[in-house]
């Protein structure tokens, strides 16, 4: 079956800087994205990786790895306002968007 | 602002009832989407549409209808509300299809609650 996994929640320090992981198991693979949401907010698009590497933006970097199933996404000089969930999903052969559960990141002064 | 528009924002709605739930973007976007949301489960596609005219089903579409009459309203029904239905409901779009790089848009959401 399709699956993606990435960590229930995590913590970090405000300035500082955090990864959040994610594997992905799906039927082809045409791509993986980052979304932060907010507490009772609409999810808003972070980032997109098709190809083996990091991009950068800004504070924000996004890594994959194809042959590993693995993506990161990369926060750094955290401020309070980084405080969401942050969404990993990947595009399917058939261009579905399957899901992780999402990262409850806290940010403590 | 330009963007997607849901309402209600929320709804208490009783078992058995009939309820339409209403997502109009003003982006000229092709394609369109509901998705649920539940604690701890990722967004789980309902129905799509990937033009005016057209729309698919997703992962969970029992018990939901969709129409696509125009590209601006996408609407989401329930014809008979069960509790299980109690969720965050997300309408989204994008310009290219459910193979679009460019991230989906998506509104506020809509809170329902079936008791």
């Known amino acids: 079956g399709q699956n993606i996994d990435q960590p229930t929640e995590m913590t970090a320090t405000e300035g500082a800087i955090v990864q959040i992981n994610c594997t992905y198991q799906t039927s082809g693979f045409n791509g993986l994205f980052w979304y932060q949401q907010h507490a009772g907010e609409a999810p808003t698009f972070l980032s997109y990786n098709v190809l083996d590497g990091l991009e950068e933006k800004g504070r924000f970097s996004s890594f994959l790895s194809r042959s590993k199933g693995y993506s990161y996404l990369l926060l750094k000089e955290l401020q309070m306002k980084d405080s969401a969930s942050y969404l990993c999903a990947a595009l399917d052969s058939n261009y579905q968007l399957i899901w992780g559960a999402g990262t409850k990141l806290i940010i403590k002064p | 602002i330009a963007g997607i528009t849901q309402a209600p924002t929320s709804q208490i709605l009783a078992a058995g009832r009939r309820m339409t739930l209403r997502c109009t973007q003003d982006?000229?976007?092709?394609?369109m989407y509901w998705y649920r949301q539940d604690l701890g489960l990722g967004l789980r596609l309902i129905h799509y549409s990937n033009t005016a005219g057209t729309t698919g089903k997703g992962e969970v579409p029992d018990g939901y209808s969709v129409s696509r009459a125009n590209t601006d309203d996408f609407p989401l029904t329930l014809a008979s509300a069960v509790p299980s239905q109690t969720s965050v409901y997300f309408c989204?779009?994008?310009?290219?299809?459910?193979?679009?790089?460019?991230?989906?848009?998506f509104g506020s959401g809509t809170r329902l609650t079936v008791v």
């Open positions: 989204a779009s994008s310009d290219s299809g459910q193979g679009t790089t460019d991230g989906y848009t």
């Open positions: 982006m000229r976007h092709n394609a």
